[in-house]
């Protein structure tokens, strides 16, 4: 169950973000781990439930009479109840979130055969945005990773694994 507020130090402790963007040893893997992984496990998803860098095999591609081998890795494919419910791309610090081509490429991933999900993410250290699959040009959440503490409720209602529950949302319904 996760939380209804959450503190940037619980998270990330005395992380300066101020300096990300220009600490040349601060990369999209130091993204992952100390970015991301907390965020995760704070909106509770445990480790059997977060899948990194899943081959994903594209089925469709054929360029003329030549079939052509495409995989897809996201960073992180968040299942729920043993089914993928978002997708999460990190990026470093000096890439923009909103750039059309990681949005294309994560949306990609969203859209997969095996994926299938509602919600991508993309995570720069910097800044985290989440795109519901059916409009890629406007995020549904935008926030600052400085300034979590007002955009958790929202972070958690959208992404957290009991906003997935099929039991879950017929019982926030029905009340």
């Known amino acids: 169950m996760t939380r209804e507020s959450v503190s940037k130090e619980k998270l990330f402790g ?13 990369k999209e893997d130091s993204v992952r ?4 992984l ?13 899948v990194r860098s899943k081959t994903l095999s594209h089925p469709f591609l054929k360029i003329g009479s030549k079939k052509r081998a495409i995989n897809l890795i996201p960073d992180y494919c968040l299942k729920v109840e043993n089914t993928f419910a978002w997708v999460l791309d990190a990026k470093a ?28 993410a993309i995570c720069n250290g910097i800044e985290f945005v989440v795109f519901r699959r059916e409009s890629t040009n406007e995020p549904v959440l935008q926030f600052s990773v400085d300034e979590i503490e007002h955009s958790w409720g929202r972070l958690s209602m959208l992404l ?9 949302a017929i019982d926030r319904k029905s009340t």
């Open 93 to 120: 610090p000096d890439q923009s979130v909103l750039d059309g081509e990681h949005v294309e490429q994560v949306y990609s991933y969203a859209t997969h055969p095996e994926i299938r999900s509602t919600y991508f």
């Open 14 to 26: 005395s992380l300066d973000f101020q300096s990300l963007r220009s600490d040349p040893d601060f």
């Open 160 to 168: 957290s694994p009991g906003s997935f529950q099929v039991g879950k």
């Open 38 to 50: 907390p965020i995760l496990r704070e909106l509770g998803y445990q480790q059997d439930d977060i």
């Open 33 to 36: 781990e100390m970015i991301i």
